[in-house]
């Protein structure tokens, strides 16, 4: 185990340009740690747009025998992200009071200070996207929407990724490129939060796992591949080999996320005890019943723990889209589904989408084939649900969220709510023997669509 003594203080956000100065020992022989220090701390605020660190926040770094403030001169900090080869930080800073939080990129060698985003509102949660670019979750009209930037600075090239109603929060880029990101599931008249992900074109969006309602949030990705996540403040995992999750079952307490794998295979994780008011940094090793202290405070959270060390660079994802506003979606099977429908019964299938005031509208209708395949045109870039019914008419299912696929995106799908563990069968869908032109849901829209099939 890497060598390291607890830090323990008392916190005060009005004192934290005196007691940063300290120089208590904190880790020796380890990578510089960064962590959020903030009195409260709400986890899931960003799903009704609101704040999530409504007492303030500060950034701060601590390696050999000393720690400090990442910013000093800053009011606000937080979400920091360190860059795949450990020598840059991204975070969310406010450098006076009233200002929107903003992304700011520094240096960790001589901690200049660079601000890559200028939002009209608060632009938080930011995280590195290879090549050059950086991922990060700007609020407009109440709620945060994805969207992803160069860090060359270039204003436009940036690409709003999410298109539903609902407020998206990253938590990490995958291996394979993909951004993972929180949503909200909804079921009936209620919402959880859930987590996806999606390509850096904005292609290619869906649930990491469905078997929804467990209330998901904060996950990353271990070096392992497996995903470790939050539900009802316990942490759970996703493995490959396995369609659900599984419980991790560290010591009892409420836990926050955003887990951090040592290099020697044990875990920092912001834990909260039956006696504790507020997430301490604690170190577990996993399969084991205790917590060993890395960083304590007695009035104030500490949170979002990350290594300032090199890691990995995910894939870089090549985009394929085409030059469309259209999108086309081919489902093989809507019999392939964790839902039970009875051979013979789906006979139609309808497209809906959302309007700027919210209300929905029904785009059209197409037949599903004897075999559950189906072949549509849709608009791009804008919200979508899909709604199975039989040959009079009523409905057998319909999406209880919203979805999108962007402007000029192919996609097929191997049933409808399938997925994306299941395999598709080696047949040729029905529905492409009768015709290869998908049936047109976009006419009437705002946007007319161009070009291919």
């Not at 160069?150 to 436009?156: A, H, P, R, Y």
């Not at 560290?250 to 912001?270: A, I, Q």
């Not at 696929?405 to 192919?410: D, H, T």
Request: hydrophobic share 40%; glycine share 10%.
């Amino acid at each position: 185990m890497l060598a390291r003594r607890t830090l323990v203080f008392v916190i005060s956000i009005a004192t934290m340009a005196l007691w940063a100065k300290s120089t208590a020992p904190v880790r020796n022989a380890a990578p510089p740690l960064l962590y959020t220090v903030a009195p409260e701390y709400r986890p899931l605020a960003w799903m009704s747009g609101e704040e999530r660190f409504p007492g303030g926040a500060q950034i701060f770094i601590a390696h050999a025998r000393s720690r400090r403030l990442l910013v000093p001169g800053f009011v606000a900090s937080a979400d920091a992200n360190v860059s795949f080869d450990g020598k840059k930080v991204l975070f969310a800073g406010k450098q006076r009071s009233g200002d929107h939080w903003q992304i700011w990129e520094m240096p960790l060698a001589d901690r200049s200070l660079r601000q890559v985003t200028h939002c009209d509102d608060d632009c938080v949660r930011p995280f590195f996207v290879p090549p050059d670019q950086f991922v990060f979750a700007q609020k407009a009209a109440g709620r945060f929407v994805l969207e992803i930037a160069s860090l060359g600075g270039n204003n436009e090239k940036i690409l709003q990724l999410t298109y539903g109603p609902e407020n998206y929060l990253a938590t990490d880029v995958l291996h394979d490129g993909r951004i993972l990101f929180g949503s909200a599931y909804r079921a009936g008249n209620g919402a959880v939060p859930e987590l996806y992900t999606v390509y850096p074109d904005g292609s290619g969006v869906e649930a990491y796992r469905c078997d929804h309602g467990h209330a998901r949030y904060a996950g990353r990705q271990l070096s392992s591949g497996d995903l470790v996540f939050v539900q009802d403040g316990g942490l759970f995992r996703f493995t490959s080999a396995l369609a659900d999750q599984v419980a991790v079952r560290p010591p009892p307490g409420n836990y926050s996320g955003d887990v951090v794998e040592m290099p020697d295979g044990t875990w920092l994780v912001s834990w909260q005890g039956a006696r504790q008011k507020h997430f301490e940094l604690r170190e577990w090793k996993p399969g084991t019943s205790t917590l060993q202290p890395e960083v304590i405070a007695t009035a104030a959270n500490i949170i979002q723990p990350v290594l300032a060390n090199q890691r990995p660079t995910p894939n870089i994802f090549p985009s394929g889209l085409h030059d469309w506003v259209y999108a086309n979606v081919l489902c093989l099977n809507a019999y392939t589904s964790k839902y039970r429908f009875a051979k013979g019964s789906i006979s139609a299938v309808r497209v809906y989408t959302r309007n700027a005031s919210g209300e929905t509208r029904l785009l059209g209708t197409a037949p599903v084939e004897k075999d559950g395949s189906f072949y549509v045109r849709v608009p791009g870039n804008q919200p979508l649900k899909f709604e199975l019914a039989d040959n009079a008419g009523n409905t057998l299912k319909k999406e209880e969220g919203w979805y999108w696929l962007r402007g000029g995106e192919q996609r097929a799908c191997v049933g409808c709510h399938a997925g994306p563990e299941t395999a598709p069968e080696n047949a040729v869908p029905e529905v492409l023997v009768r015709s290869v032109v998908p049936a047109d849901m976009t006419a009437g829209n705002s946007q007319t669509p161009t070009g291919g099939h």
